[in-house]
């Protein structure tokens, strides 16, 4: 932070940001392959687009549970056409 140069700055201020992240990745000693956690992300935002017309986050969180655990999707209560 002692620095003049704006940039050195910026890229100091945003290690300070993420230090426990940074920290936690040495930790783990690279055990969690990042492919891993991009694709479980991808899979949460896939599913949270989805269930955008829900109403409550209990029913987000379930189709969450369903689509990360596997589960077979429940019969539809109504039928359609």
Do not use: C, D
């Amino acid at each position: 932070m002692l620095s003049k140069i704006e940039p050195m700055k910026k890229v100091a201020k945003m290690l300070r940001n993420h230090r426990e992240l940074l920290l936690n990745w040495f930790q783990a000693k690279a055990a969690i392959s990042s492919g891993v956690v991009e694709g479980l992300n991808n899979k949460v935002k896939v599913t949270t687009r989805k269930a955008y017309g829900y109403r409550s986050y209990k029913a987000i969180r379930l189709a969450l549970y369903h689509k990360l655990g596997g589960l077979p999707e429940p019969e539809l209560a109504h039928r359609f056409g």
